[in-house]
T-cell receptor, first 114, second 111 residues
Framework: EPEVTQTPSHQVTQMGQEVILRCVPI?????FYWYRQILGQKVEFLVS????????KSEIFDDQFSVERPDGSNFTLKIRSTKLEDSAMYFC????????????FGPGTRLTVL | RKEVEQDPGPFNVPEGATVAFNCTYS??????FFWYRQDCRKEPKLLMS???SGNEDGRFTAQLNRASQYISLLIRDSKLSDSATYLC????????????FGKGTRLSVIA
């Protein structure tokens, strides 16, 4: 069964450094998302992406964040200058049919900012 | 008021028991409803979509009450492998829209 994949599984970085989190959505899906989950908290929406542009973004997704689909398979989340509070699990999700909106999640990248 | 509210639990039940989780949502414009399960430090996995008429998938039954803005999940004949956190999830509009998650209800099924 096709799955969303994410790399790396764990990223440790120093405050102020840039990180790029990578995702490969399910191949016939057209709608892509990033969510994050701070330890012990609920899953929170960051950004949605369709047709090579951002569809919607949350208040969390400020100027430090950007997304890109550099080729036909990868979908990336960049954090330009990481802060301690960016430490969280970052999940990529994809969806085939927007009318149903069933989103399938990747295994996540655990980001630790020191 | 939180957008999606759930009893955090934990619910500790013996194998074979029936357990029910409830969830309320605040936005009456919500269009799509789901239950996801999340194991410790893993990704949310879609368990089932919830339809207005209610729906069943094996031991799992989901119900939606739009008038009361209430969603439920019933698990019959609980297995040890059902131990997880169950996330109530809504999206406010149809189409390509973000999912809004509850904080989850933790279930432990005990032998």
């Amino acid at each position: 069964e096709p799955e969303v994949t994410q790399t790396p599984s764990h990223q440790v970085t120093q405050m102020g450094q840039e990180v790029i989190l990578r995702c490969v959505p399910i191949s016939n899906h057209l709608y892509f998302y990033w969510y994050r989950q701070i330890l012990g908290q609920k899953v929170e929406f960051l950004v949605s992406f369709y047709n090579n542009e951002i569809s919607e973004k949350s208040e969390i997704f400020d100027d430090q964040f950007s997304v890109e689909r550099p080729d036909g398979s990868n979908f990336t989340l960049k954090i330009r200058s990481t802060k301690l509070e960016d430490s969280a699990m970052y999940f990529c999700a994809s969806c085939r049919d927007s009318a149903i909106n069933e989103q399938f999640f990747g295994p996540g990248t655990r980001l630790t900012v020191l | 008021r939180k957008e999606v509210e759930q009893d955090p639990g934990p619910f500790n039940v013996p194998e074979g028991a029936t357990v029910a989780f409830n969830c309320t949502y605040s936005n009456s414009a919500s269009q799509s409803f789901f239950w996801y399960r999340q194991d410790c430090r893993k990704e949310p996995k879609l368990l089932m979509s919830v339809y207005s008429s209610g729906n069943e998938d094996g031991r799992f039954t989901a119900q939606l009450n739009r008038a009361s803005q209430y969603i439920s999940l019933l698990i019959r004949d609980s297995k040890l492998s059902d131990s997880a956190t169950y996330l109530c999830v809504v999206s406010h509009f149809s189409g390509n829209t973000p999912l809004v998650f509850g904080k989850g209800t933790r279930l432990s099924v005990i032998a």
